[in-house]
C-alpha cells in the first residue's frame, strides 16, 4: 500500500471515527435517505454542525446528496460504504439500525406523486424492477435506461417506449419517495406506469386524496404482470 492510499484510509477512517459522523452514517445504513435536520436530531448536534459535519463526509464521498423539490435529503454513497460500516458494526457487536416511517398507512401504501406512482408499491416495483436487471443507471444525472430485457417486457405489457421517448421529459429517473425514502420510478416510463396500473385496475384512485388503493384483481394482476405482491 502506498503513502497516497494510507493518507486516504487514515482520513476515511477519521470521518467515520467522529461520534456524531458516526451516528449519521449508522441512521443511513438502512438505506433510507434523511434531511440534514433529521440527521442533526440522530448525531445530537445543532442544525449548523451537522451541515458541516455532513459536508466533511461528503467531501469524502460516504454520503451523497440528493435533491427532491425544495427539500435535501442525504444518503450512504454507495453499497460499498454499507458494506465497510456493516463490518465496523459487525466488529463492535451492535445491531443494524432500522428505519420507522410516520408517514399514515394509507398513504404510505401507494399514493400519487405528481404524475408517477409512490409509496411502498412504486419503491417495491422501482426495486423489482433493478433487481431484474431491466433498469440501467445512465449519466451524471443517474437517468434509468431499459436494458433489452426490459424493453422487451414492458412493450409485451402494451408500453409504447418509442412514444415515450419522443415527449421532451426524461425518458426514466429516479424520484426520492418522502415516506420511504428510497427511490420509486420517475419520468415519462413513470407515469406512463402509473396510467397503465389505472387503466388496468392493478390501483384505484381515491376521489378525494392522492392515495391509491389496491383491489384483489389488482394484486393479481400485478403478480402475473411483475412476479410480485403489493403488500
Not at 445530537?44 to 469524502?60: F, G
Not at 426495486?127 to 422487451?152: C, K, M, T
Request: with cysteine.
Amino acid at each position: 500500500m502506498d503513502a497516497h492510499a494510507d493518507n486516504y484510509l487514515a482520513r476515511i477512517a477519521g470521518a467515520i471515527a467522529e461520534p456524531a459522523r458516526a451516528r449519521m452514517l449508522c441512521a443511513l445504513l438502512d438505506g433510507h435517505a434523511r434531511t440534514s435536520t433529521e440527521l442533526s436530531v440522530v448525531a445530537e448536534v445543532s442544525p449548523s454542525t451537522a451541515s458541516a459535519h455532513l459536508a466533511r463526509l461528503k467531501d469524502e464521498r460516504l454520503v451523497d446528496q440528493v435533491a427532491q423539490g425544495k427539500h435535501r435529503y442525504y444518503q450512504l454513497a454507495g453499497r460499498d460504504v454499507a458494506t465497510a460500516l456493516e463490518a465496523l458494526l459487525v466488529v463492535a457487536g451492535l445491531p443494524r439500525p432500522t428505519f420507522t416511517p410516520n408517514t399514515p398507512a394509507r398513504l404510505r401504501n401507494a399514493r400519487t406523486c405528481y404524475d408517477h406512482m409512490a409509496g411502498t408499491l412504486a419503491v417495491r416495483l422501482h426495486d423489482h424492477f433493478a433487481e431484474q436487471g431491466w433498469l440501467a443507471a445512465e449519466g451524471e444525472r443517474g437517468d434509468y435506461e431499459l436494458s433489452a430485457a426490459g424493453a422487451v417486457h414492458f412493450e409485451q405489457l402494451g408500453f409504447d417506449l418509442p412514444a415515450m421517448r419522443k415527449l421532451r421529459r426524461r425518458f426514466a429517473c429516479p424520484c426520492l419517495d418522502w415516506s420511504e425514502r428510497k427511490p420509486h420510478l420517475g419520468g415519462a416510463l413513470g407515469a406512463a406506469l402509473l396510467q397503465h396500473a389505472l387503466m388496468k385496475g392493478w390501483v384505484e384512485q381515491d376521489l378525494d386524496s392522492r392515495a391509491l388503493s389496491v383491489p384483489p384483481k389488482g394484486e393479481q394482476q400485478l403478480r402475473k404482470a411483475f412476479g410480485i405482491r403489493p403488500d
